[in-house]
């Protein structure tokens, strides 16, 4: 019986650890103002591991940014879904999205310091690599990670998913120092030909080590699922979805490469 247990024993600790997702809420401060991001990271790992921040669409942090967060982590990362409007503040439909999302695209400057404020949230996590920190964003999310790009934040990489291109001073960009992805759609109506041609433009003035992959028959919103073309012009394709979550990760292993 002994021998029994002992060789029971041996064989679970022959047993790679499972993964033990730990998710959950963080209140956290900007100035003022109570934001509420969302945490995720894989328990089962030991160590310091690069960290990933996720930056919500025009909604707000809703189940579908939770959602990648955990994929995120399920990868190996600690992810860090900011919240760029505050505890609460979430819309339910195009008008609410609006609504919120305009108070930033006026305000730049505030856009650009609530999403570092997400960011130092995430690079000050026991767990985080804060030398190794990309952040990774979704249409609203995409434009506020290509505002953190510009003013070469203390990230690696950003990675925008159907994100606005355009910003207040394209002029000012210089010396971007953060590697770029850009994952378009290539029939995005929210998109036009000018801010594409701007923004390849402004990226080349600012010296960014840049791409941008436009995917055939994809429209905006093409990642997320729930996209079901009531609001005109955001539609899921499953196609580039796939496709797009892998040249992220390519972008990934290539940046977080020993």
């Known amino acids: 019986m002994r021998r029994l247990v002992c060789a029971a024993l041996l064989t679970l600790l022959a047993v790679p650890a499972l993964s033990a997702l ?16 969302y945490l995720a990271y894989d328990d089962a790992l030991a160590g310091k591991r690069p960290g990933i921040l996720v930056v919500h669409e025009w909604y707000g942090l809703n189940d579908y940014t939770r959602s990648r967060t955990e994929q995120l982590a399920r990868m190996g990362y600690v992810a860090f879904a900011a919240d760029i409007y505050g505890k609460g503040k979430r819309a339910d439909d195009a008008q609410g999205a609006q609504h919120l ?3 930033f695209w006026q305000d ?11 960011l130092d949230q995430l690079r000050a996590h026991a767990l985080v690599d804060r030398d190794r920190v990309v952040a990774v964003g979704y249409c609203f999310g995409g434009t506020t990670v290509l505002e953190l790009a510009r ?13 606005g291109l355009k910003t207040a001073q394209p002029e000012a960009t210089a010396g971007v120092k953060p590697k770029v992805l850009v994952l378009h759609g290539a029939d995005d109506p929210f998109i036009p030909a000018a801010d594409i041609a701007a923004f390849q ?18 429209q905006h919103s093409f990642s997320n699922p729930a996209a079901d073309g009531t609001l005109p012009g955001a539609v899921y394709e499953e196609k580039a979805d796939r496709r ?15």
Request: hydrophobic letters at 45%; aromatic letters at 10%.
């Open 101 to 103: 999302a305009g108070v």
């Open 244 to 258: 797009s979550w892998e040249h992220m990760k390519v972008f990934l292993s290539e940046l977080f490469r020993p």
């Open 22 to 37: 730990v998710a959950a809420p963080v209140e956290y401060r900007h100035g003022d103002e109570v934001l509420e991001g």
């Open 108 to 118: 730049q400057t505030l856009l650009r310091a609530r999403a570092q404020a997400g």
């Open 201 to 218: 433009e402004e990226m080349r003035r600012g010296g960014a080590d840049w791409q941008m992959v436009f995917y055939g028959g994809a």
């Open 151 to 163: 003013i070469s934040a203390p990230v690696k990489g950003v990675v925008s998913f159907h994100g």
